[in-house]
């Protein structure tokens, strides 16, 4: 049973336009929400991250939106760039252990940026 | 820079044979690590949750007698595949937590000949 999950495997987007992500989950137990980029034969890298009494979070370029009546959350990219170009995962947690977040992830979305 | 460090990051070995994976967090203490195994273009699942100084917890399905965990140190676990079969081949990864946020490893190409 997938809890989280990205519809979209690809996107592709024109350079300097804006980049929606999106990522849906099941448990209304999660109440932690994060985005990772990640390259090929490396770990994930963290972007930002939500927690469910927000509904949006914005750092720079990225911003991540929370709807939690629809158990959705989409993630922003704007402008694009061609370094942004990388597979992206939306994760959730549910529950922490001693302080540390036990992640359920999404399948990513490959997010191509055209010059 | 880094702040969990994952060694090797790209290991070949022949079938039936073990092979240990290290996962270090840099410049912190970690009680609590979680690996990680990611098949081609599917998402990050997650394969046990490593406890310092106690047993690692498993999900379901993942056999704890073949992917054996330690955590004798709160800045290494290792996963150890044991008598490893080409099915086994797959990315794995390790995440430590700081200050409430998840740091991964560099990850660990596996393939089993």
């Known amino acids: 049973d997938q809890q989280v999950k990205q519809n979209s495997p690809s996107l592709s987007v024109q350079e300097g336009r804006i980049s929606i992500l999106n990522c849906d989950y099941t448990?209304?137990?999660?109440?932690?929400f994060l985005w990772y980029k990640k390259y090929p034969a490396e770990g994930p890298t963290f972007l930002i991250s939500?927690?469910?009494?927000?509904d949006k979070n914005e750092d720079g370029r990225f911003t991540v939106f929370l709807n939690k009546s629809a158990k959705h959350l989409s993630l922003h990219i704007v402008p694009s760039q061609p370094g942004d170009s990388a597979v992206y995962f939306c994760?959730?947690?549910?529950?922490?252990?001693?302080?540390?977040?036990?992640?359920?992830f999404g399948q990513g979305t490959r997010l191509t940026i055209n010059p | 820079g880094a702040v969990v460090s994952q060694h090797p990051s790209r290991v070949i070995c022949k079938s039936g044979t073990s092979v240990k994976i290290e996962c270090r967090s840099l410049?912190?203490?970690?009680?609590?690590m979680f690996w990680y195994r990611q098949f081609p273009k599917q998402s990050l699942m997650l394969m046990a949750t490593?406890?310092?100084?106690?047993?690692?917890?498993?999900e379901q399905g993942v056999e704890k007698d073949k992917f054996l965990i330690n955590h004798a140190s709160l800045t290494l676990s290792t996963l150890t595949v044991t008598s490893a079969h080409p099915e086994d081949s797959s990315f794995y990864i390790c995440?430590?937590?700081?200050?409430?946020?998840?740091?991964f490893g560099q990850g660990t190409r596996l393939t089993v000949v």
């Open positions: 939500i927690s469910s009494i927000k």
């Open positions: 448990n209304s137990m999660f109440d932690y």
């Open positions: 994760a959730a947690s549910a529950l922490v252990i001693q302080g540390a977040q036990k992640l359920v």
């Open positions: 995440s430590a937590t700081r200050r409430a946020e998840a740091f």
């Open positions: 490593s406890n310092e100084g106690s047993k690692a917890t498993y």
């Open positions: 410049d912190f203490q970690a009680t609590t």
